[in-house]
């Protein structure tokens, strides 16, 4: 596993497949105009669910920033395509069942604690009464998430780590870091 990235440092690049197309290149996405990148579990995870479901409610806040959205899920293309089905979304969605992506900027998987941590079982509640079920299983289920902002010089600006598998900021600090609210 790499090494935690940090502000200041270069945010690497990588090749990835969308569940609509394939062979895209990260830094090539972003063309110049940075990103907020989000590492999830899989889509079959609930609270990963309701954590696209709150970046879709506050898109047009997100939007204004100018950044990309990239949501990064260690499900394959099909899976997220036949979840999603005809839903317009307007961010991409990487998909990275092999976890390249995840290793590159150093987003690990934590162990049972990560799992079953308060935090998250509040998380999976809330999730649960907004409707997500658990689906398919891919990937680690200990993964724990990231969010990253990256500037259109392809620096990180902001770097978060999770400290349990529903552990992400919410929207309104992105937005703040985005220099937005």
């Not at 990103?35 to 309701?50: E, K, N, S, T, W």
């Not at 770097?159 to 900021?169: C, H, M």
Request: aromatic share 10%.
């Amino acid at each position: 596993m790499k090494e935690r990235l940090a502000a200041g440092m270069q945010a690497p690049d990588f090749r990835f497949d969308s569940p609509w197309e394939q062979s895209l290149d990260f830094h090539k996405a972003i063309d110049g105009t940075g990103a907020v990148l989000y590492f999830l579990r899989y889509m079959g995870c609930p609270i990963c669910q309701y954590k696209i479901s709150e970046i879709m409610r506050d898109w047009d806040k997100l939007r204004a920033s100018g950044k990309k959205v990239f949501i990064v899920l260690q499900s394959e293309p099909a899976i997220v395509k036949e979840h999603i089905g005809s839903e317009e979304i307007s961010f991409a969605i990487i998909c990275d069942p092999r976890e390249e992506a995840f290793r590159l900027y150093g987003v690990a998987p934590g162990n049972i604690l990560h799992y079953i941590a308060p935090s998250v079982i509040i998380k999976a509640v809330k999730a649960a009464r907004k409707g997500f079920s658990h689906g398919k299983k891919e990937g680690k289920e200990m993964q724990r998430p990231a969010v990253f902002i990256i500037d259109g010089k392809k620096k990180i600006t902001y770097a978060y780590y999770g400290k349990n598998i529903g552990d992400l900021p919410e929207n309104e600090e992105i937005l703040k870091r985005l220099k937005l609210k």
